[in-house]
T-cell receptor
């Protein structure tokens, strides 16, 4: 149980185009989802917290107009990288807590999306 | 604010040897503690967690971690590693009562050699 599905697993796009990444909770409802970014050989950095029915909360230094987050339902959150540039190339991972927020429920992670901008 | 320090970026060991991956954290509030494992080009899988109670927690594949409040540590250990344990290991904390977002350490690359 508690599976998080992320799609696509990898994508290559041209500079200036936009890319949408989907994150779905398959067998539980997620009012909150987290989007992380991982640079090569580095740790995961929280980009934003996606909240169903309200605006996402972005971490300091993350451009909200560039990384658009939409939490359309209790099982789907999307991250759109707009006007992508080569420096946006990275590994993006979504996650969600299957239990109540803040109760220690471990986050379940999607398998990540490898974005390469050429 | 919380922070997590994983002192070793890489740990090479031989198969069947014991291993310890170190993790120290800093926080002004109570936290939950986690270890996640990441295989190449994949997401993270929960290895084990400490929420409360017994300070020694174990995973189903032989790993264990001990919460030491006085030393603010949560080191990961395995008495005998296998080739298949080769992966990146991340220590993480989340603040009790928060939305559940994790603060990660920089990770430790465990390389098990035959």
């Amino acid at each position: 149980g508690a599976v998080v599905s992320q799609h696509p697993s990898w994508v290559i796009c041209k500079s200036g185009t936009s890319v949408k990444i989907e994150c779905r909770s398959l067998d539980f409802q997620a009012t909150t989802m987290f989007w992380y970014r991982q640079f090569p050989k580095q740790s995961l950095m929280l980009m934003a917290t996606s909240n169903e029915g309200s605006k996402a909360t972005y971490e300091q230094g993350v451009e909200k107009d560039k990384f658009l987050i939409n939490h359309a339902s209790l099982t789907l959150s999307t991250l759109t990288v707009t006007s992508a540039h080569p420096e946006d190339s990275s590994f993006y991972i979504c996650s969600a807590p299957p239990g109540g927020a803040g109760d220690g429920s471990p986050l379940h992670f999607g398998n990540g999306t490898r974005l390469t901008v050429t | 604010a919380q922070s997590v320090t994983q002192l070793d970026s890489q740990v090479p060991v031989f198969e069947e040897a014991p291993v310890e991956l170190r993790c120290n954290y800093s926080s002004s509030v109570s936290v939950y503690l986690f270890w996640y494992v990441q295989y190449p080009n994949q997401g993270l899988q929960l290895l084990l967690k400490y929420l409360s109670g017994s300070t020694l927690v174990e995973s189903i594949n032989g790993f264990e971690a001990e919460f030491n409040k006085s030393q603010t540590s949560f080191h990961l250990r395995k008495p005998s590693v296998h080739i298949s344990d080769t992966a990146e290991y991340f220590c993480a904390v989340s603040e009790r009562g928060s939305q559940g977002n994790l603060i990660f350490g920089k990770g430790t690359k465990l390389s098990v050699k035959p």
